[in-house]
């Protein structure tokens, strides 16, 4: 969990990284959620990409 001691430590450490919680019945998310699904599952998984350009070209194919 997030909110954990031990990762809001971590966190303290990492100023870049900012958590956002949002409510667990968000049913707005469920269509960006099929969308990552179906992005990795037919574009991205299984692949080795050491740039970013690399893993845009894969998403856009």
């Known amino acids: ?3 954990h001691p031990k990762v ?4 303290e450490g ?3 990284f900012c958590m956002h919680f949002i409510p667990t019945s968000s049913s707005w998310l ?3 959620e ?7 599952q037919h574009r991205i998984r299984n692949g080795v990409f050491k740039r970013v350009a690399q893993l845009e ?3 856009r194919e």
Not at 8 to 11: K, N, P, R, V
Not at 34 to 40: L, S
């Open 30 to 32: 469920n269509v960006i």
């Open 1 to 3: 969990m997030h909110k």
């Open 14 to 16: 990492h100023q870049r």
């Open 8 to 11: 809001q430590g971590w966190l």
């Open 34 to 40: 099929r969308w990552f699904r179906d992005i990795t």
């Open 57 to 59: 070209q894969a998403i």
